[in-house]
């Protein structure tokens, strides 16, 4: 298994993925969207023994800080359409996988990294981890699950309110709200998330992923609100306060919108 962005390494069963690139606060993007697509929807299916996955970033910083911005440059509204269902259904990928998947989340989860989490079953945040959802900074609006993951995670209105503020919840608070199912010490998050794959792993293979398919169906509503989120996703993206948000970042300034 060899991906650009993507280091792995097998044990026992149990499969570590650490996504790589840790001067871009291992931000999301095409190349790391796409390793993540072949290890999830190709080359994790065929690995003899598999009975869970922990997905870290590398570093001390990050989880993941989000899509990457860079990329977002002459972004238009189909453009904004294909990333956002292609992150939709990569991210589907993982929620939908056979096995367990752990999301040991060291530093920030932000944007599209929160949303990379929340796909995972189950969150180990360490006790630096931050999580949060700022697309509206940019002018935009999540576009991988995230308006709608949340929801199932911490209810209404602390989603909306994460969502319009574009606070950040430390992994204490995290816990409290049901986004994080552990906080552990710095440094011992993925220690912890192999621990939970190794007790699961004792368990019926069959069973466990016929929980997976079988809770997840509670929250299968058609996608009717993830195609809403695409869609909606794709009008932000047309917005003159999108391009402003997007190149503040980038030139390290605050932006200044126009509601237009
Ligand atoms: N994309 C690209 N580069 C990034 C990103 C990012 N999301 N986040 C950080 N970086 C880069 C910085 O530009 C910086 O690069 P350089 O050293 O070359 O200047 C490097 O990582 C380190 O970052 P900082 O210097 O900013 O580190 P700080 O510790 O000062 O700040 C923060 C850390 C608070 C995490 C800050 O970097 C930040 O605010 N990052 C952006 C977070 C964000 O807005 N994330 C959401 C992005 S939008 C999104 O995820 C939408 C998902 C759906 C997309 C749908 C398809 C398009």
């Known amino acids: 298994m060899e991906y650009k962005n ?20 291992n931000a999301l993007n095409k190349q790391t969207l796409s390793d993540l697509r072949q290890l999830f929807e190709k080359d994790a299916l065929n690995l003899e023994g598999l009975r869970g996955v922990v997905l870290t970033g590398a570093g ?55 949303e990379l989490a929340m796909a995972c079953h189950i969150r180990v945040a360490s006790d630096k981890a ?23 995670y911490i209810g209404k209105g602390r989603a909306l ?32 998330a192999i621990e939970i794959l ?6 019926a293979p069959l069973a466990i992923s016929k929980t997976i398919a ?12 993830f195609k809403q989120e695409v869609l909606q996703f794709a009008q932000t993206v047309k917005t003159e306060d999108f391009k402003e948000g997007a190149a503040a970042f980038l030139e390290k300034r605050k932006a200044v919108f126009q509601g237009k």
């Open 198 to 203: 190794k007790k699961i792993a004792k368990k």
């Open 6 to 25: 993507l280091l792995t390494t097998y044990k026992d069963g149990i499969l570590v993925v650490t996504i790589n690139r840790p001067k871009a606060l």
């Open 214 to 225: 079988t809770v997840n169906a509670y929250f299968d509503k058609e996608h009717d609100g």
């Open 161 to 192: 309110e994460l969502l319009m503020t574009a606070d950040m919840i430390d992994a204490q608070k995290a816990l409290d709200w049901g986004l994080a199912n552990h906080v552990v010490p710095h440094g011992e998050e993925i220690e912890k």
């Open 60 to 114: 001390e910083k990050a989880f993941v800080a989000g899509a990457d911005i860079t990329e977002f440059n002459g972004l238009d509204a189909q453009g904004g359409l294909d990333m956002a269902q292609n992150g939709h259904d990569i991210f589907f990928s993982i929620e939908r996988f056979h096995v367990p998947v752990i999301a040991a989340v060291g530093g920030y989860a932000l944007g599209g990294g929160c």
């Open 130 to 152: 931050l999580f949060g959802q700022p697309e509206v900074n940019l002018g935009l609006i999540p576009g991988y699950g995230g308006t709608q993951r949340l929801i199932q």
